[in-house]
Structure formats: structure tokens, C-alpha cells
């Protein structure tokens, strides 16, 4: 990728390296996906982004693309250039040999083969290093990888489809369809993006969902069923998994997963809440009423008995996907991972207040 344009800012190079990084969030784990923007002395401009795993990192790309017109000028990375040797050469080399004078990095790669150490690399080589430049848009970005490092465990997303009214399916077990064609394939971008994706035999005895990617482009993730799944059935070949949800993120993690998409149904997304290992909510609204309290919800078994305990989190993006609405909510407690929450876009939508200015009733 190459294009030119006169001098950049660091703010404004690191907004373009996110934007790379985020075109191609689906394409490449188990790697980090990480965007560059190199710029030559003279001012031309040349871009990365990291190739599908085994392929060329980020740097490599943008390298490649500027040749020698990279002497003397600075690169803007995303995440700290690995410093071990992979399927690929280290990127701080690839920096080093390319002549680079600076180098701007957002986030500092927690990987433990990394660590600090491409950094070092850097500097003991005479290159001015900064850290930093953009660093909470990149580590929400980069969460499922930056959690997978830290703890072993993937990054877990609960996805719920409902009705205004909180309703998941109707009492006979249907479901199909509570939104529409453009909600189901913005799930299908979620699916696209995950490793992996988990459903319960409930889902599987009432729906036979493949749970593939089809409305997007994309690979499929491993599919996971809890408890077990027919031969027969369209989620085949799933891995099948009976036990603790603590020991199936433990087992994802150790796998590569770095990003988990729970799809129901509202035993397991009520399971998974409850025990507090969803990371990340998206709830696609569907401007439909089952208009009683016997369908089911969106999620099952045992809720707060009382207002003090009620969950609360914070909602991060709202939009409309096609005639559905999309929230995006993450838990209230500052994760390990993303520190305070990153509030990316409330729109008109008045920002949530902290659970200690709550005031009044529903
Ligand atoms: N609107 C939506 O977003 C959405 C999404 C998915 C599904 N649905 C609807 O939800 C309904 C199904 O939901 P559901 O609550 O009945 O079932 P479910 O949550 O899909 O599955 C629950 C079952 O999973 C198994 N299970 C759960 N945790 C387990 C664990 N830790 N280890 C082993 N097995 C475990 C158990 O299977 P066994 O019973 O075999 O022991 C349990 O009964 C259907 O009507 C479907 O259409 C809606």
C-alpha cells in the first residue's frame, strides 16, 4: 500500500495505523491485527497492515512499500514491533535495517516474548522511541489480543438478539427471526471476527444453527456447543464441551482463541453474565413486542432480588442496524485490560451515570 501526502502529525498517523489495524480485524489472529504509516523525510507517505497469519506484519508491509525512501523518516505502529523471531523476522529489525529515525508505537506489546524488549531494541540502536500516542482507541481495538496475553483467556463477547420487550423467544422455542437481515449480518461481522463461538444444546435442539459465516466475508470460527450436539446436526463438526466455563475459556485460551462470541441461548448467556466473564455486550433491539412475560428472556435463571444489586454497566455505542437498534455495553468495573471505560460513541443518547448518582426509579 503506498500513497503521499505532505507532513502528518503524530495523532493524525496514529488515527491512520488504527484505521489499518481495523481493516483487518478478521484476517488476523491468532496474530494482533496492527496498522502502519511510515513516513520518508521528505514527506511521502507509505502504509501496513498486518497480512493473515504467516504472512508479513504490518511494519514489513509498509517497509516494503517505502524502500529506501524510509531512511531517515518515522514509522507510526500501532503495537510495540515484536522482537523474537516467529513465522516472521522481528519488526524492530526490519525497522532498524530500514533506517527508521523515529518511532511512535501506541500500546507496549504485554505478549511476554515482547514485553518492552522491541522497544529496547529500538532505542539501543540510536532510534528516539515514543510510546503512547493513541494508546486508548488502539487498546480498545486490540482487547481480545491484549486480554488473551495478560490472562491466557479470550476475550468473551455476548451477542443477544431480542425484542423491545426483553423477550429472546416465544414460548414454543422460536425465535427465527426476531431481527432483521441487516442485524443478522452485523452478527455475522461479530462471528467473522471471533475465534470461536459458543451456543448451548438448548440452541442446537431448537434452532440447528450452522453458525458459520454467511452474510459477510469471513473466516468460520470453531463452533462450541455446551452439553452435546446430534451427529446430524448443522453445527457439526463443533467441539462439545460439558463442565466449568472457567476451564472452557482456560481450554479456548490455550487454543489461540483470543476473541469468544457467546450466542445464546438465555441459559448460557444468563450463565456466562452471572459469573461475570462477558467482557464485552452487543444487544441487537428488534422493534417487535411478544407483548406477555411467558416468552423467554434474554437472560435465564436467577436475577438481582433487589434493586442494590442489580448489574450496571455503561453503553458505548448505539446505532441502527437497518430497522433494528445495536448497543454496545461493557461492564462497569474497569476491566484488566481496557482500565477505564472507553466510552467510543453515545450519540444523542445521554451518557449512563455512575451507579452512585442513580437516582429515582425505572
Ligand atoms: N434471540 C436470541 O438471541 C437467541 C439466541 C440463541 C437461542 N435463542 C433461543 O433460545 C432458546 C434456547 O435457549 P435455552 O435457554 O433453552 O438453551 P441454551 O442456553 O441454548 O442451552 C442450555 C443447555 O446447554 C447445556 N449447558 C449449558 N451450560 C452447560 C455447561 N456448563 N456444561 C454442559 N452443558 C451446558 C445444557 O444442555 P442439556 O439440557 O442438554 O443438559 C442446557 O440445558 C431457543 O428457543 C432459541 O431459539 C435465542
Same mark, same amino acid.
Given at each position: 500500500?503506498g500513497?503521499s501526502?505532505?507532513?502528518? #502529525?503524530?495523532i493524525e &498517523?496514529?488515527?491512520q495505523?488504527?484505521?489499518?489495524?481495523?481493516?483487518v480485524r478478521?484476517?488476523t489472529s491468532?496474530?494482533?491485527?496492527?496498522g502502519?504509516v511510515?513516513?520518508?523525510?521528505? *514527506?511521502?507517505?507509505?502504509?501496513?497492515a498486518?497480512?493473515?497469519?504467516?504472512?508479513?506484519h504490518a511494519e514489513v508491509?509498509? @517497509?516494503?512499500?517505502?524502500?529506501?525512501?524510509?531512511r531517515?523518516?518515522?514509522?507510526?505502529?500501532? +503495537?510495540?514491533?515484536?522482537?523474537?523471531?516467529g513465522r516472521?523476522?522481528?519488526?524492530a #529489525? &526490519?525497522? =532498524?535495517s530500514?533506517?527508521?529515525?523515529?518511532? %511512535? /508505537?501506541?500500546l507496549? #506489546?504485554p505478549d511476554p516474548? /515482547?514485553a518492552?524488549a522491541?522497544?529496547?531494541r529500538?532505542?539501543?540502536?540510536g532510534v528516539?522511541v515514543? %510510546?503512547g500516542?493513541?494508546?486508548?482507541?488502539?487498546r480498545?481495538?486490540l482487547?481480545?489480543? @491484549?486480554k488473551?496475553?495478560?490472562?491466557?483467556r479470550p476475550?468473551v463477547?455476548?451477542?443477544?438478539?431480542?425484542?423491545?420487550?426483553?423477550?429472546?423467544?416465544?414460548?414454543?422455542g422460536?425465535?427465527q427471526?426476531?431481527? $432483521?437481515?441487516a442485524?443478522r449480518? #452485523?452478527a455475522?461481522?461479530?462471528?467473522a471476527e471471533?475465534d470461536a463461538?459458543? /451456543?448451548g444444546?438448548g440452541?442446537v435442539?431448537?434452532d440447528?444453527?450452522?453458525?458459520?459465516v454467511r452474510h459477510?466475508?469471513?473466516r468460520?470460527?470453531l463452533?462450541?456447543? =455446551?452439553?452435546?450436539?446430534p451427529?446430524?446436526a448443522?453445527v457439526?463438526p463443533a +467441539?462439545?464441551?460439558? $463442565?466449568? @466455563?472457567d476451564d472452557l475459556?482456560?481450554? @479456548?485460551g490455550?487454543r489461540g482463541?483470543?476473541?469468544?462470541?457467546v450466542?445464546? !441461548?438465555p441459559?448460557?448467556a *444468563?450463565e456466562f453474565h452471572?459469573r461475570?466473564?462477558?467482557d464485552h455486550?452487543?444487544a441487537y433491539?428488534?422493534p417487535?413486542l411478544?407483548?406477555?412475560?411467558?416468552?423467554?428472556p434474554?437472560l435465564? !435463571?436467577p436475577g438481582a432480588?433487589?434493586m442494590a444489586?442489580v448489574?450496571r $454497566?455503561?453503553?458505548?455505542? %448505539?446505532r441502527?442496524?437497518?430497522?433494528?437498534v445495536r448497543?454496545d =455495553?461493557?461492564p462497569?468495573?474497569p476491566s484488566?485490560?481496557?482500565g477505564?471505560v472507553?466510552?467510543v460513541?453515545v450519540?444523542?443518547v445521554e451518557?449512563v451515570?455512575?451507579p452512585?448518582?442513580a437516582?429515582? $426509579?425505572?
Amino acid at each position: 500500500m503506498g500513497t503521499s501526502s505532505t507532513h502528518v #502529525d503524530d495523532i493524525e &498517523a496514529m488515527n491512520q495505523a488504527i484505521e489499518l489495524a481495523a481493516s483487518v480485524r478478521a484476517r488476523t489472529s491468532p496474530n494482533p491485527w496492527v496498522g502502519c504509516v511510515v513516513e520518508s523525510p521528505s *514527506g511521502a507517505v507509505f502504509t501496513g497492515a498486518t497480512e493473515p497469519a504467516g504472512g508479513r506484519h504490518a511494519e514489513v508491509v509498509a @517497509l516494503d512499500a517505502a524502500g529506501e525512501a524510509a531512511r531517515g523518516g518515522t514509522a507510526w505502529v500501532t +503495537l510495540e514491533p515484536c522482537s523474537h523471531t516467529g513465522r516472521t523476522g522481528p519488526c524492530a #529489525d &526490519a525497522l =532498524l535495517s530500514a533506517g527508521l529515525a523515529r518511532v %511512535v /508505537v501506541a500500546l507496549e #506489546d504485554p505478549d511476554p516474548l /515482547v514485553a518492552g524488549a522491541g522497544l529496547e531494541r529500538l532505542r539501543a540502536a540510536g532510534v528516539e522511541v515514543e %510510546v503512547g500516542v493513541q494508546q486508548d482507541p488502539a487498546r480498545t481495538l486490540l482487547a481480545p489480543y @491484549l486480554k488473551h496475553r495478560r490472562t491466557g483467556r479470550p476475550w468473551v463477547v455476548l451477542k443477544l438478539a431480542a425484542s423491545l420487550d426483553g423477550r429472546t423467544a416465544a414460548p414454543d422455542g422460536t425465535s427465527q427471526w426476531i431481527t $432483521g437481515g441487516a442485524a443478522r449480518a #452485523d452478527a455475522h461481522q461479530l462471528r467473522a471476527e471471533s475465534d470461536a463461538v459458543v /451456543v448451548g444444546a438448548g440452541t442446537v435442539r431448537a434452532d440447528d444453527p450452522a453458525l458459520t459465516v454467511r452474510h459477510v466475508e469471513g473466516r468460520d470460527p470453531l463452533r462450541v456447543v =455446551l452439553g452435546t450436539a446430534p451427529a446430524e446436526a448443522r453445527v457439526q463438526p463443533a +467441539l462439545e464441551f460439558q $463442565g466449568d @466455563l472457567d476451564d472452557l475459556l482456560e481450554q @479456548l485460551g490455550e487454543r489461540g482463541v483470543l476473541q469468544v462470541l457467546v450466542e445464546g !441461548g438465555p441459559t448460557v448467556a *444468563g450463565e456466562f453474565h452471572r459469573r461475570g466473564l462477558v467482557d464485552h455486550y452487543v444487544a441487537y433491539l428488534a422493534p417487535v413486542l411478544f407483548g406477555g412475560e411467558d416468552g423467554r428472556p434474554m437472560l435465564a !435463571g436467577p436475577g438481582a432480588e433487589t434493586m442494590a444489586d442489580v448489574w450496571r $454497566g455503561a453503553i458505548t455505542d %448505539v446505532r441502527m442496524v437497518g430497522g433494528d437498534v445495536r448497543v454496545d =455495553l461493557t461492564p462497569f468495573a474497569p476491566s484488566p485490560v481496557t482500565g477505564p471505560v472507553p466510552v467510543v460513541r453515545v450519540g444523542e443518547v445521554e451518557p449512563v451515570r455512575d451507579p452512585s448518582d442513580a437516582e429515582g $426509579g425505572a
